[in-house]
């Protein structure tokens, strides 16, 4: 690819063909074969020499507009900004200032997944954790040794007609297993 050098005045037609577009700049000019930091570069000197008007300021509104319709959208934010030619950490902070500012009330989303307090979880995730958190009991009844037997720290647990005798230095994950899979065929 050659190096081109274009004339102020054709810099000022590609940005106006640019913003007639409606596309985000990043787009048109991987559309129009363009360098986009070219692009940047020329249209700040362009600024500079007055040549442009500066860039447009949004306000408030036009930053709330913006929000509506990211969350419209369904997208996350970061993949609505790359398609809407605004970036991520801009967007993220208007959002940040819009909060403050009392203009969005909603929630911050919360990115661990966990009920911030006075939340509920939803149903299907409530579940899940309640499953993991129930605690199952099983009996356990103490044998004595025959009085010959050498004296260890083993323990010796009884599931249903099974007797396992479990070394003091078994994995406890190891022995929650089998007792799991000895308890389900009992049942």
């Known amino acids: 690819m050659t190096k081109r050098n274009r004339t102020k005045e054709e810099w000022v037609e590609l940005v106006k063909q640019q913003q007639a577009s409606g596309l985000p700049v990043k787009t048109w000019c991987e559309q129009s074969g363009i360098n986009i930091y070219a692009m940047a570069d020329a249209k700040s000197r362009l600024r500079k020499l007055e040549l442009l008007p500066p860039p447009e300021k949004r306000t408030n509104e036009k930053w709330l507009e913006l929000v509506s319709q990211q969350r419209a959208s369904g997208l996350t934010l970061e993949t609505w900004c790359n398609e809407n030619g605004i970036k991520l950490p801009t967007m993220a902070d208007r959002i940040s200032r819009l909060r403050k500012m009392g203009l969005i009330t909603e929630p911050k989303p919360n990115k661990g997944g966990k009920p911030r307090k006075g939340e509920r979880r939803p149903t299907t995730e409530l579940r899940k954790y309640e499953q993991l958190q129930t605690t199952q009991?099983?009996?356990?009844?103490?044998?004595?040794?025959?009085?010959?037997?050498?004296?260890?720290?083993?323990?010796?647990?009884?599931?249903?007609?099974?007797?396992?005798?479990?070394?003091?230095?078994?994995?406890?994950?190891?022995?929650?297993?089998?007792?799991?899979?000895?308890?389900?065929k009992i049942i």
Do not use: H, Q, Y
Not at 158 to 180: H, L, Q, Y
């Open 137 to 184: 009991w099983m009996e356990v009844t103490p044998f004595s040794f025959p009085v010959s037997a050498p004296k260890t720290k083993d323990i010796c647990v009884r599931i249903g007609e099974f007797e396992i005798v479990v070394p003091d230095n078994f994995a406890d994950e190891t022995f929650m297993r089998v007792c799991k899979l000895l308890s389900g």
